[in-house]
């Protein structure tokens, strides 16, 4: 039989340590990128976004980058802490005719080891 | 307190019956989505509402549906027709339906069948 998506993607990092997350994303058409962090038992919660007129922006201990050439994004987590264990997810909003709709990607779980 | 409150926590359901999960914001948000989550993967949309008395199928309608009478509630069906309904829902609001809108999410409910 087919197993579908029961394996997230994972990182694993000591406490203290930068994080980074990436996500590919396929849609060029794309122009609003969010991150979320998802804990378990718990829903989404808004991270930091980005439009497609910027490179990168920062936050409070993230920092998200931007490469519309490869079609990439990442999430920076400086000095990792347990309280960051979690599932983080890229959401894309795929142009002005798609009004606020969002595509998600898989996931990546995170978990931050003392 | 703002914000976005589902209902229940855990619900359980025998074959054939339908239920209603109950999505509430008082944010004064104009659109509201549901979201299907399966363990391992990203969220799918379901249905969504830009406005009041409005609303629009997602990517997975089928064996759902939803109404919207009042600006702060987005309830959904889960019919007898969804043959796989066991997954964790998730509600989320925007302030409308612009380009490049933020979605917030309510903490989900955990739907199981017995």
């Known amino acids: 039989g087919e197993s579908v998506g029961l394996h997230l993607p994972t990182l694993s990092v000591q406490e203290g340590d930068n994080s980074i997350i990436n996500c590919a994303y396929s849609n060029s058409a794309s122009d609003y990128f969010i991150w979320y962090k998802q804990e378990s038992g718990k829903g989404p919660q808004f991270i930091i976004d980005i439009r497609s007129n910027m490179d990168k922006r920062q936050g409070q201990r993230v920092t998200v980058l931007l490469n519309k050439t490869v079609k990439h994004l990442s999430l920076q987590i400086a000095a990792t802490q347990p309280g960051d264990s979690a599932v983080y997810f890229c959401a894309e909003n795929i142009g002005e005719t798609s009004g606020s709709r969002l595509t998600f990607g898989e996931g990546t779980q995170l978990t931050v080891n003392p | ?114």
């Open chain 2, 1 to 114: 307190d703002g914000g976005i409150t589902q209902s229940p926590k855990y619900l359980f359901r025998k074959e054939g019956q339908n239920v209603t999960l109950s999505c509430e914001q008082n944010l004064n948000h104009d659109a509201m989505y549901w979201y299907r989550q399966d363990p391992g993967q990203g969220l799918r949309l379901i249905y969504y509402s830009q406005i009041v008395n409005d609303f629009q199928k997602g990517d997975i309608a089928e064996g759902y549906s939803v109404s919207r009478e009042k600006k702060e509630s987005f309830p959904l069906t889960v019919t007898s027709a969804q043959k796989n309904p066991t997954a964790y829902y998730l509600c989320a609001s925007s302030p409308g339906w612009a380009w490049q809108e933020t979605q917030y999410f309510g903490p989900g409910t955990r739907l199981l069948v017995l």
